[in-house]
């Protein structure tokens, strides 16, 4: 069974999609499911990038977006103080969600290493 470029592309997609998804709706599951398959086991990796990306989106896109289009320079809009804060809580709440995936990788490593 000889397979297309493409549809090999697709399913890798796919899986890295479908593991994605699975960090954020049930992580422990996910992580165990891929520790324990090997085959997948760098995706652990895949949210620290996507969370870098993220954070440089975040920082060089969106603020100042925001900034230019709600006039902060000129007008007092509320959402201009409370920008630096959000954009804190963002940031924090992305690298907490690292170190909870990081967290359960080692963990599933460890117990599932010997097997």
Not at 4 to 30: C, E, M, N, R, W
Not at 31 to 38: A, E, L, P, Y
Not at 44 to 69: C, D, E, H, Q, T
Not at 88 to 99: A, E, R, S, T
Request: charged residues 10%; positive net charge; aromatic residues 20%.
């Amino acid at each position: 069974m000889k397979f297309d470029k493409s549809q090999v592309l697709a399913s890798v997609a796919y899986s890295v999609g479908q593991i994605t998804l699975g960090f954020l709706l049930h992580p422990y599951q996910t992580m165990q499911t891929v520790v324990m398959d090997k085959v997948y086991a760098w995706m652990f990796l895949f949210p620290i990038g996507l969370l870098l990306a993220i954070i440089s989106l975040w920082k060089n896109v969106i603020v100042p977006v925001v900034r230019i289009y709600f006039s902060c320079s000129e007008a007092s809009f509320f959402m201009c103080d409370w920008l630096p804060y959000l954009s804190k809580v963002v940031i924090l709440y992305c690298w907490l969600w690292q170190g909870l995936l990081l967290y359960l990788f080692l963990r599933f490593y460890f117990l599932y290493k010997d097997e």
